[in-house]
């Protein structure tokens, strides 16, 4: 059954209220010495917590989400909640977008638009595309079943999923685009439907050594110097993949109990891949709240960790069937490296501030995405 149905957010008021009263009535843990290198620190977030119960909009958020359609499918067992936005442009090319963990589609809220369509944003419209945004599974209005499927969801299971959206919406040929998970989606997507899949875009991730010496040959100082800086960073963290990967059930109690609890974990985990304590934001609270409110608000904390818990989360296979490109990828050396295994035709050197690119800088996704595909044509 290949049924699509229309999708509002409309979530109930008595919700807001439930939870703006549990934020109201948090029991705080006291301070641990050592700032945010113990985690995230208890007056940085009682101060974002009383701007999320007090200050923060969730209607003007729900209606901006709502100015995109929306609708739902089942497939493979799955209801699949999608944005979908067609470009007024005739020669658009459709762009199927996956968000990144832990996120959600409200990470592309500021490059639908410009995506679409361009002429309204000052761009030239020669690339404009037909945007399909789905949420991933497990992810918000994208829920698990009840029992839930014991199925895994792996990486491929989702790109397939993908392929038979886009086959639904009478997609023939069709561009792909992702960023964190969904750039692991992406290449997948690529190496399952090459005869339909134009050419797959993300934002970084390729070109990352796998140890083999050869892959450095020819390196200059400079270039190896850069490498260890990339992997020194890399290496931090707070270990939080092999807990998802071992005992994700333990932290979703948590997390459909407390948003304070569902908070502090999304903003760590924001704050972790953007440098910890740092005092200029990336991204604007007022978007890091409405992804934080529909995790809360779909009760879909625990069920978003399945790329770890099911061995998904990694880096994105290299593919050849089908030309890829990165709009933030990074040094010249990895980009030799990714060219050993795929079939490389645009390489953005784009810089941001944040690993959630469409949250921060907007802009350079957009332009780093027509560009890849103003190459391929």
Do not use: C
């Amino acid at each position: 059954m290949d049924e699509i149905n229309g999708f509002r957010i409309d979530i109930p008021q008595a919700d807001i209220d439930d939870l703006r009263d549990r934020l109201r009535r948090t029991r705080w843990a006291g301070q641990l010495p050592g700032g945010w290198g113990r985690g995230v620190p208890v007056e940085y977030l009682r101060e974002l917590a009383a701007y999320w119960a007090g200050g923060f909009d969730w209607r003007a958020q729900e209606a901006r989400l709502n100015v995109f359609p929306q609708f739902t499918t089942e497939i493979d067992g799955q209801t699949i909640h999608f944005v979908h936005v067609r470009s007024p442009e005739p020669d658009a090319l459709p762009l199927i977008i996956t968000h990144s963990w832990p996120n959600s589609v409200a990470e592309f809220l500021d490059v639908i638009g410009p995506l679409t369509d361009p002429r309204a944003h000052g761009l030239d419209p020669d690339v404009a595309f037909h945007v399909v945004a789905p949420s991933l599974p497990g992810f918000a209005f994208s829920p698990f079943p009840e029992p839930a499927d014991e199925r895994p969801w792996s990486i491929e299971r989702v790109a397939r999923t993908w392929a038979e959206l886009m086959r639904r919406l009478g997609y023939d040929r069709y561009g792909a685009h992702g960023n964190d998970a969904g750039a692991l989606v992406t290449p997948q997507l690529a190496a399952l439907d090459p005869e339909h899949v134009a050419g797959a875009v993300i934002t970084a991730g390729l070109g990352i050594p796998t140890g083999d010496p050869a892959e450095l040959e020819g390196a200059s100082e400079e270039e190896l110097a850069e490498l260890k800086k990339m992997a020194d960073l890399m290496a931090g963290g707070s270990g939080y993949g092999p807990y998802l990967a071992a005992r994700p059930q333990t932290l979703a109690y948590g997390f459909a109990d407390s948003p304070v609890a569902q908070l502090a974990y999304l903003v760590e985990r924001f704050k972790e891949f953007d440098g910890w304590g740092s005092e200029a934001e990336p991204i604007d609270r007022d978007l890091v709240l409405t992804n934080a409110s529909l995790y809360w608000l779909t009760g879909t904390g625990g069920s978003s960790s399945w790329t770890y818990y099911e061995g998904a989360a990694g880096m994105p296979i290299d593919q050849t069937v089908v030309p890829t490109g990165t709009t933030h990828g990074g040094p010249e050396l990895l980009r030799r490296i990714a060219e050993r295994k795929n079939d490389i035709v645009y390489w953005g050197d784009a810089h941001s501030p944040s690993h959630m690119v469409a949250m921060a800088t907007p802009e350079s996704l957009v332009e780093g995405v027509r560009a890849f595909f103003r190459v391929i044509g």
